[in-house]
């Protein structure tokens, strides 16, 4: 993972950005409870998500941009 590579945390995130094709409640639940269980229980980071048609490779369904801060 990214943040491992940079001495971060999951919680040292303070902000997604988060990509979704073809948004709905059934993405948005997957989405939920990924985030849930990556970062836990609890305050989470700042969340933007933007629906879209289509992301770079065919079948991707999610992409996300985290900003962590450190130290």
């Known amino acids: 993972m990214a943040l491992a590579a940079a001495g971060a945390r999951p919680s040292d995130i303070v902000k997604l950005t988060v990509l979704i094709v073809d948004h709905s409640e059934e ?39 985290a900003v962590a801060a450190l130290g």
């Open 27 to 65: 993405r948005l639940h997957i989405f939920g409870a990924e985030m849930e269980a990556a970062l836990g229980q609890g305050t989470k980071p700042t969340c933007t998500l933007i629906p879209v048609p289509r992301l770079a490779l065919a079948g991707m369904l999610f992409e996300i941009e």
